[in-house]
């Protein structure tokens, strides 16, 4: 990896652990939150006899949830030594530690063996990587033949708006994603087939509803500590107004993306 892709990977790690982020977001970070990964799970065919790899996996919701609901081994990997620490506690308070195992590394750079998961998520993170195709390659050396991928992400029918293209539009994966014949072309390119793309934009406006209500609460009451917007954020309701503008003129949507290693 490059010194200028470490950095990337470096900024947007320490960007995903502010107390502000996981507040606005949510535990999940991702549009959908945990209804969202139950989806991509049964279209995954998550099941008890499944070995999972969770990549940039957060805080190890996910990697729980499957763990939890779906009877999956399930192992997660995250940039970020914080998001790792917290993955591996929440997952001993949950019981769940004896079906997960986290892992601090970079998204390009797996440090699994060959052909030893049987299903990949990416949860709105693919956009994030320096090198998406990288990433992708490196999904696919893990996976068994027949494995499957699956991956929820932003996805851009339009350039951008100024707006957008801020801090804030990138912790909401807005500023950096493809367009989904980008996500099917990448996916195709890095030796997948059966590829299947569906559009849930209902995942954006309960998005946009829970970051206005929490922005509201923040301005009347000390709801966390160590909880305040970086300056770089600029002004979180304009960019929400701008946000739901660009998805309602039919900008920008949100996806899950499915595939099987050829």
């Known amino acids: 990896m490059s010194a200028a892709n470490q950095m990337l990977a470096r900024c947007c790690a320490e960007l995903y652990e502010l107390p502000i982020v996981e507040y606005l977001l949510g535990q999940s970070f991702h549009p959908g939150g945990t209804k969202l990964t139950r989806q991509l799970a049964t279209a995954t065919l998550v099941s008890p006899n499944s ?6 996996c957060g805080s190890g919701t996910s990697a729980r949830l499957l763990a939890a609901n779906f009877g999956a081994v399930v192992a997660g990997c995250d940039y970020s030594t914080t998001n790792i620490q917290r993955a591996e506690q929440a997952s001993r308070t949950a019981g769940v530690n004896h079906k997960t195992q986290f892992v601090r590394a970079d998204a390009e750079q797996l440090p699994f063996a060959a052909e030893s998961f049987d299903i990949t998520f ?15 390659q490196g999904i696919r ?13 932003f996805f851009l029918n339009a350039p951008v708006p100024d707006s957008l293209d801020g801090l804030l539009g990138k912790v909401l994966c807005v500023a950096a994603a ?11 390119q890095a030796g997948f087939e ?3 793309i569906r559009t849930v934009n209902w995942t954006l406006a309960d998005m946009i509803r829970r970051i206005r209500r929490r922005l509201k609460l923040l301005a009347t009451a000390n709801v966390a500590a160590n909880t305040s917007l970086p300056v770089d954020f600029g002004d979180p309701a304009a960019v929400l107004a701008d946000l739901e503008n660009f998805i309602a003129s039919g900008g920008a949507g949100y996806l899950i993306a499915t595939a099987r290693r050829a």
């Not at 493809?178 to 195709?188: F, M, T, V």
């Open 51 to 56: 070995r999972v790899l969770d990549v940039a």
């Open 141 to 153: 050396r893990v996976l068994k033949p027949g494995g499957r991928i699956g991956i929820s992400d």
């Open 194 to 196: 059966y590829i299947r």
């Open 178 to 188: 493809q367009s989904a014949d980008g996500y099917r072309e990448s996916l195709s």
């Open 122 to 136: 990416c949860e709105c993170s693919l956009c994030l990587f320096a090198d998406m195709n990288t990433a992708l």
